[in-house]
């Protein structure tokens, strides 16, 4: 039997929120909840699972995972160290139980702590010294993560998604366990080649379905496939991320050919570098908005508009608290249907002592984030009260919101939730009885969402600059460690393409 040894740590931050996330937003798994939460989920390890299981020589070995609930800011210290040490001596345990054959371990790569700008690359540097040098290790990534050197070099390789809006989480787990499998049993002998690129972006043209960095994927996707290719893609990061090696960078992993290697992520590199400066949001500001919804008032227009304000995108680390929008609107006087959300926990907490029925007059929004936004007065109605606790209409995993109540101003309803959840679909909408259908405008704060959530049936999409810790205008976040000059934070950024080569001796095997 060979035995393979499964973890997971995974977490996004922004570091422009200054509300720091703790061990709570996590769910902590040990042992073999890991598999069974996985089997009912399709998630990377779940894609995983079923590689493995197909064959009748894997002995599996789960030991730990640390799966953020959503987003949040710059993770505690105290947090990472206790998340660093659990994951380490569950790896110690496995190792002092047998021989392992291989490892997987499933990470997002944009975790950031203040006592550690690279948390994976130092688990990974931490589990290389307790297997040794010789163990296969595969790591999975989104594609918003930040891969660092440290990384590139305590894996094998690194498997990354190819798509965005993400919707190969259950793919890339099958990809990562293929090629682990594929090390120790075919004897490839992966080498890597990565190429840093000095931009950050965003904007539709991300989206790989219909926009330019499709095209490099696609590319990637070709490489992977081809006779040697055995991993490639690119990496976008998260530009809320902060950290030292914060950029893009495309990489591609062969079997054993350097060259390809090298040539291949520099065309998928050169290529994305001549799209870059059209990977950018055109934002409409607040006033705009406000006017363009006025005129929709006053002309009578049906149908709904999606008010994006993916500068609050909990999925991208922001607060959730974001009030801006909400607050825009009240002033102008706007009377439209309007659905939107917000982390408000002491709100919450107002309308469940009032109860169903009452109406209450509390403070909205800013509970996070005090720098950003001001708390603004409001008289609600309480129509809902809720636990919080739903599946996601995407994944089908268990989202938390915490204590969740459902106000009603006028022709406001707010759905108010203690914690941050994700937007990216409507769950939490539907969780609490509301349908954006029936709503003239609907606030959604993610960055994009599957084509269907929104965009397919909204009259319009409105992208609004709003302030915000994941603020598409990423002048206005002060990023302070990433490597400069960087796109589009400084003007004419040169790019001289370096190659790195990654390749792990495997003399001895
Ligand atoms: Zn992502």
Request: hydrophobic share 40%; with cysteine.
């Amino acid at each position: 039997m060979k035995r393979i040894l499964i973890a997971e740590c995974k977490q996004e931050v922004s570091t422009f929120n200054p509300n720091g996330s703790d061990y709570e937003d996590f769910g902590v798994r040990f042992g073999n909840e890991l598999i069974e939460y996985h089997r009912t989920v399709r998630n990377e390890i779940g894609g995983a699972l079923t590689v493995f299981d197909a064959r009748n020589d894997i002995e599996l070995v789960p030991t730990y995972s640390a799966f953020f609930i959503t987003s949040g800011g710059t993770l505690k210290a105290s947090a990472w160290e206790r998340i660093s040490q659990e994951f380490l001596e569950s790896i110690r345990n496995a190792a002092s139980q047998g021989p392992l054959d291989g490892v997987y371990f499933c990470m997002h790569g944009a975790m950031a702590s203040d006592s550690e700008w690279d948390p994976e690359g130092y688990l990974l540097q931490e589990s290389r010294k307790i297997l040794g040098e010789e163990i296969p290790i595969v790591i999975s990534l989104d594609l918003h993560g930040i891969p660092s050197d440290r990384m590139f070099a305590h894996s094998d390789a690194i498997v990354v998604y190819h798509t965005y809006p993400h919707v190969d989480f259950f793919q890339t787990g099958e990809r990562a366990a293929t090629l682990l499998l594929r090390i120790f049993s075919e004897n490839v002998r992966p080498v890597t080649a990565k190429v840093a690129i000095p931009a950050l972006v965003r904007g539709d043209e991300l989206i790989t379905e219909t926009g330019l960095f499709g095209r490099c994927i696609a590319k990637s996707q070709r490489i992977e496939k081809s006779a040697k290719g055995l991993s490639a893609g690119m990496f976008i990061g998260n530009p809320f991320t902060d950290v030292p090696e914060l950029r893009t960078t495309s990489f591609v992993v062969t079997d054993g050919e350097e060259d390809q290697a090298v040539a291949s992520a520099l065309e998928i590199a050169r290529e994305f570098w001549e799209y870059h400066e059209q990977m950018q949001v055109p934002l409409v500001s607040l006033d705009s908005m406000v006017a363009r919804m006025m005129e929709r008032e006053r002309t009578n227009r049906a149908g709904t508009v999606a008010l994006v304000d993916a500068a609050d995108a909990t999925s991208s680390g922001a607060s959730g608290d974001s009030n801006a929008i909400l607050k825009s609107l009240l002033r102008a006087g706007y009377r439209g249907r309007t659905l939107l959300p917000i982390v408000d926990a002491p709100a919450v907490q107002a309308a469940f002592a009032a109860g169903i029925g009452a109406t209450i007059r509390v403070l909205l929004g800013g509970t996070l984030d005090p720098i950003r936004f001001e708390p603004i007065e409001v008289v609600a109605k309480v129509r809902m009260l809720s636990d919080g606790t739903f599946r996601s209409e995407s994944f089908g995993e268990l989202w938390r919101s915490g204590l969740t109540a459902v106000l009603e101003l006028g022709t406001y309803t707010i759905v108010a939730g203690s914690r941050g959840v994700n937007h990216y679909d409507r769950s939490y909408y539907y969780a609490n009885g509301q349908n954006p259908k029936a709503f003239d405008a609907v606030i959604v704060k993610s960055p994009h969402c599957q084509h269907h959530m929104y965009a397919e049936w909204c009259d319009e999409m409105i992208l609004v600059d709003a302030p915000g810790s994941s603020s598409a205008n990423l002048k206005s976040l002060g990023h302070s460690r990433c490597p400069r000059p960087i796109f589009p934070l400084d003007a004419d950024v040169p790019f001289a393409p370096r190659v790195q080569i990654f390749r792990r001796d495997r003399t001895n095997r």
